[in-house]
């Protein structure tokens, strides 16, 4: 267990509306992912942080923005949600004290845009 | 060409066989090297992480880096029905930048019939 907590783990949401999925951790580390799941494309990373109010863009970030106001939460929004921006969503925190590049998932949350 | 290739099966074994996942990259930077474990609707799990060439064991699994050939294997032992899953492999180059930009394959779909 990784100590994270993605809500929702379900949604149906319509095109053109604004969609904000949330990863909380209680360990209180410092980088935090957003990854998007897609058959044939396997994980590509959306944005990641490496700190409060520090964001950085991933591969496929174009419709996406994040928020990380506290340590523990960090936030994914989709501004005007088109069915392309159906997929599953994981969070994934790094742990800095074991070192090297390993990533801990969570559960994930399911989003289809009708 | 994507960065790391992975056949995605599908994969069907008897319980007890040996079963051999693989990968191969084009990026010669890459650094690190894991594989992950995911069951249906879950988020994936790390299982093996080792860093640069060699092996690595861990109970029934044996992670194999080959640098010099671009391949990295995960071998499963005595491969059990609980074993059934998607197995994604990933890696990354060293480094802070290499840390938060990890690449993955689309994943091997593995069935393990008792």
């Known amino acids: 267990d990784a100590g994270i907590t993605q809500s929702p783990r379900h949604k149906v949401t319509e095109t053109g509306t604004p969609v904000t999925l949330r990863c909380h951790q209680t360990?209180?580390?410092?980088?935090m992912y957003w990854y998007r799941q897609d058959p044939g494309h396997g994980l590509r990373l959306i944005h990641y942080?490496?700190?409060?109010?520090?964001?950085d863009k991933g591969e496929v970030s174009d419709g996406y923005s994040v928020s990380r106001s506290k340590t523990e939460d960090f936030l994914l929004t989709l501004e005007s949600a088109t069915s392309s921006q159906t997929s599953v969503y994981f969070c994934?925190?790094?742990?800095?004290?074991?070192?090297?590049?390993?990533?801990?998932f969570g559960e994930g949350s399911w989003l289809t845009v009708v | 060409q994507k960065e790391v290739e992975q056949d995605p099966g599908p994969l069907s074994v008897p319980e007890g066989a040996i079963v051999s996942l693989n990968c191969t990259y084009s990026n010669s930077a890459f650094q690190y090297f894991m594989w992950y474990r995911q069951y249906s609707r879950k988020g994936p799990e790390l299982l093996m992480y080792t860093y640069s060439s060699g092996n690595k064991e861990d109970g029934r699994f044996t992670a194999q880096v080959d640098k010099s050939s671009k391949y990295i294997s995960l071998f499963i032992r005595d491969s059990q029905p609980s074993d059934s899953a998607t197995y994604l492999c990933?890696?990354?180059?060293?480094?802070?930048?290499?840390?938060?930009?990890?690449?993955f394959g689309t994943g091997t779909r593995l069935t393990v019939i008792p």
């Open positions: 994934a925190i790094r742990p800095e004290s074991l070192g090297g590049n390993t990533i801990y």
């Open positions: 942080s490496y700190g409060v109010k520090d964001t």
């Open positions: 990933a890696m990354s180059p060293g480094g802070i930048t290499g840390a938060n930009n990890l690449f």
């Open positions: 360990e209180n580390h410092r980088y």
